[in-house]
Structure formats: C-alpha cells, structure tokens
C-alpha cells in the first residue's frame, strides 16, 4: 500500500484530528477554569398539612394531626453535591460572610432543618454547626462552607409552613473559578456523571469516525488494489545488492501483468547510471519523459524514435551531479554490514578502526586485539553504490587504498601495506571472505546472514538491522533510488513497475531486508538522509 497516497493521507488526518478533538473534549470538561461546581435538586416538596394548597387529599396521623401550626406544613428535600470535575475545598467559597451557599424557600418560613450524609460521608458533618454559618431566618437557609469531593453530596430536609407545594426554591454562593446551579436527577441518589452530554456525544462521534477509519485503512490493505499493468520490455540495471529484490518484484509483476517482460542485468550502481544517461541520449530523449515502454525496443534496448530507453537503474545512494537528466523515486533504505572471516572472533570495530583497517594502517588483526592473522581486504569496484556508501558514511568521505591483488590471496603490489582486491558482485565478496582467514569485506546486510565461514560486524556498538533504524544511530545504510531517464508516462511499463514495487511489492521489499521508503518508518529515514 502507498502510505504517500492522497486518500490515505486524507484518512490519516481526519483519524487524527478526531483523537485531537476528543482528547481535547476531555481535558476541556476535566482541566478549563469553572469546572468546579455545585449542583442542587429538589429531590421531594410534598404537604403535610391539611391546609396547603396542593390540589389534592392530605391525611394526618399523630403529631401532624395535633400541632396547629403544621396545618400548613410542607416538607423539602434538597439535594447538594459536587457535580463538576474537581473537588471543592472550603477555601474555594469565595462571599465574604461566614457561610458558604444560601438557599431560599420562596414565600414559605423555614420551621426546621436535619441534614443527612450518605455513608462513609460522616466527616461532612463536622460542618454543620452554628459556629460554621448554619442557621436560618424566615425563608433564608445559610450553610456552611462544606468541602466537597467530586461527586460527593449531602441532603437538607427542610420544614416548612405558609406555602404552597411546589414554590421555588433557589441556592446561591461564591464558587471560585466554578458555580452554583441546579441539576437535574436521574435515579435517587446516583453520582453525577463524570461528563457532559455534550461530551459524552461528541466522544461516542469521533470514536466511531476513528474507527471507521481504521477498518477502511485495514480492509483495503487486506486486498490490495488492482494493478495497473502495462506490457513490453523493461530491463532493469544497477545495484547487485539489491538485485535479489529486483528479480523477485520482476518475477511477480510477470505473473500478475501477463505480457511484461522484465530482465535484471545489474553490474553495479555506478555503472548502471552511466548505461542509462549513455542510452537515453542516444534514444534521442529530452529528459522530460519517454514514449510508451511497452512499444517494443531495438539494439541495445532502445526505443525506436525519439523517447527514453525502456530502462530502470536501482542505485544504493543518490547519482552524481554529471546526469541531470535522471529523474528519481526513493524506493527504500538499504543496510550493509561489514563481514569479517569467522578466524577473526571481533564482533565489533568503531568507525575509526574501519578507517584505519582500509587507509592500510592495520596489517595484522592482533594489533585490534585479533589473531596473529594478516589483514585481507576484499572490495568491490568502483561502481560498487556498496563501495561507495561505505566510503561516504563509514570512512567519513575517504576512499579505500589501492588494491594489491587480483586474487584476493597474494599481494601483487609491493607499494601496498595489505592485500587488497576486488570483486564483481556481492556474492563474490561473501564466498571470498568465508574462504580467506583474516579477510573482511562489507556486503548487503541480508545477503550475509547465516553465511559459513563469516559473521557480520556492529558498527560503535550498533547492530546491522533493519528493526528501529531511525533511533538506532547505525551509520552504514543508504537510501535505494530507482532511476528513469526523465519522467516516464503513467502508462508505461516503467512507471507501472515502480508503482508496483511502493505499493504491493512493500513485502518482497521487506522480505529481503529492506525499510521500504512508503511506510512511516521509511519515510523519515528517507527524508532525513536526502
């Protein structure tokens, strides 16, 4: 899948926008000033009197019946609690009187007051003493400054007389940085809500979008969309150490595209480069694209007419300057390692050994702490893009002594300090380090492994892999370019084969030990080693 995708990057920030919002939404309700707040209700306003205008039939027994003063009696239960989001101390309550909240019972005379605390709320209690602000006078009911956990609440029965059911009853007070305001109940006694409606809505929303989201993303990667193939001939050059993924992509993309025909006929990166830039002048081509690939090629692979060569050069790191016609994709990150015959038990060198093992400084291992064995050095050619990515980012821009040997077993220049040759192909420098005691050479990190005979070498302590190598400081990797001359049409085989390799071919990539450049990981290695 090609996470560079328009729709994709689409899908990603609307994902994270709705995490954003939510998470937003819930600091908002739990963090923005005004989050501390008391609520009250009125739970029960029911008569107990004979003489109070309810609209209804009042029977009394026992002490209601028997005081004349209760004929017009009512009862209110008043609930109190914190229903915000943060706990509110008694210094919070900010009027200057004594009390803390005020309620008032609107055209009724305050009789009688008992305050109850659910359990495991006894300390409220402590609270409710004339010392504290709690008393009454005619309508008005002073409480004390209570502290209050969030959700914790505590309940006022009131005695009344001189009106009616259902009259209004209202509270007031200071709350610092909140508010005092009437709620609504859901069931008796139940804590309030840890957030709003508004809250609770716009959370259940977003969560849904996300994971809508998540699942188109998902399923679509489960089948992946249809190819768009294109027919003819496409020969494709360059990097020996990434031509094992070169051949695998070629292979699948055959079977998948019926009527393509890909060959693999890679020499080297440098020397890649060069073929490609020498064909397409000679294809006449500007640069600024090529004619349909699938047209069929003559000699050495080249189109008939003006147009580019129907070629693709992958390169382990970028081309020079003297091609400016060479357009480029980024492909993936590749890792190399140095390799080191299994007679030498180092496991590790620091940067600065490296360099002084290839300046010819180093002539025997023992001097490293090896054995009594002579160094070997065993190197690719010149348009070796693994030769060159060790001598940019391993030996700090230097370039490898001279080589002295032509079969990598006796020294031939005597000018030379150490043996040094070198080969054609990865390959050949994996079966001549496994062979030679004391040899190293440097190879495509998956092409080593498990080899007989050799064993790959951590870099300043840092481990060849493949597995966190964005955190991971490991300095001998490169970044894979494929190379056309010019743009290719969106029609040609080209075009569709490099499409094919950033989006289904990213597991073949994988496969072979390579980050591919269209995944996040990829991504920012690939834009941070441009």
Not at 322 to 345: H, M
Not at 370 to 393: F, I, N
Request: overall charge neutral; some cysteine.
């Amino acid at each position: 899948m090609d996470w560079l995708s328009t729709e994709n990057t689409i899908a990603v920030l609307t994902a994270a926008l709705g995490l954003l919002a939510t998470v937003g939404a819930l600091w908002y309700e739990r963090r923005v000033p005004r989050r501390k707040r008391v609520g009250y209700r009125v739970q029960m306003d029911t008569a107990i009197g004979d003489n109070v205008r309810t609209g209804g039939a009042n029977a009394r027994l026992g002490l209601f019946d028997e005081t004349p003063e209760m004929s017009d009696a009512t009862l209110v239960l008043l609930r109190v609690e914190n229903d915000g989001s943060q706990s509110i101390t008694d210094a919070d309550y900010t009027g200057r009187a004594l009390h803390g909240l005020t309620a008032v019972f609107t055209g009724r005379t305050i009789r009688g007051l008992a305050v109850t605390a659910p359990t495991g709320a006894d300390p409220l209690m402590e609270h409710f003493t004339a010392g504290a602000g709690l008393r009454y006078e005619g309508s008005t009911l002073h409480i004390p400054r209570v502290p209050l956990n969030r959700g914790q609440h505590y309940k006022l029965l009131v005695l009344l007389t001189g009106g009616p059911v259902g009259g209004e009853v209202t509270m007031s007070g200071g709350i610092q940085a909140g508010e005092v305001r009437p709620n609504r109940s859901t069931t008796p006694d139940d804590k309030p809500p840890l957030f709003s409606r508004p809250a609770q809505l716009l959370t259940v929303l977003l969560t849904l979008s996300v994971t809508a989201l998540a699942s188109i993303i998902v399923l679509r990667d489960a089948s992946p969309p249809p190819i768009e193939c294109a027919t003819g001939e496409l020969t494709v050059l360059g990097s020996t150490a990434f031509a094992p993924v070169a051949e695998e992509l070629a292979d699948k993309y055959e079977k998948d595209c019926p009527g393509s025909d890909i060959t693999v006929a890679a020499h080297g990166s440098a020397a890649g480069i060069r073929e490609l830039d020498d064909e397409g002048k000679k294809s006449g081509g500007s640069g600024a694209g090529e004619g349909r690939t699938g047209a069929g090629r003559t000699g050495a692979g080249r189109t008939g007419g003006q147009g580019s060569p129907p070629l693709l050069t992958f390169s382990d790191g970028p081309k020079s300057d003297g091609f400016p016609r060479l357009a480029e994709t980024r492909v993936a990150v590749s890792v190399f390692a140095l390799v080191l015959n299994d007679r030498v038990r180092i496991r590790n060198l620091t940067r600065p050994e490296v360099r002084r093992l290839y300046r010819g400084d180093v002539r025997n291992w023992k001097q490293l702490g090896g054995p009594d064995l002579p160094v070997v050095l065993v190197s690719r050619g010149s348009s070796s893009g693994t030769r060159d990515t060790l001598q940019r980012r391993v030996l700090g821009g230097a370039f490898e002594i001279k080589a002295s040997s032509n079969d990598c077993l006796s020294r031939d220049d005597p000018s030379v300090p150490v043996t040094r040759c070198e080969l054609d192909s990865t390959d050949q420098v994996l079966d001549a380090v496994g062979r030679i005691p004391g040899a190293i050479g440097y190879s495509e990190l998956r092409s080593a492994a498990g080899l007989e005979g050799l064993h790959r070498l951590n870099l300043d302590g840092h481990e060849p892999s493949v597995e966190g190598l964005d955190k991971s400081g490991y300095p001998y990797r490169e970044i894979e370019y494929a190379y056309t001359y010019g743009r290719p049409p969106a029609d040609s085989l080209a075009s569709s084969f490099l499409a094919y390799a950033r989006g289904t071919g990213l597991d073949v990539i994988r496969t072979h030990g390579h980050l591919p450049c269209a995944t996040p990981e990829g991504l920012r290695i690939c834009g941070d080693d441009a």
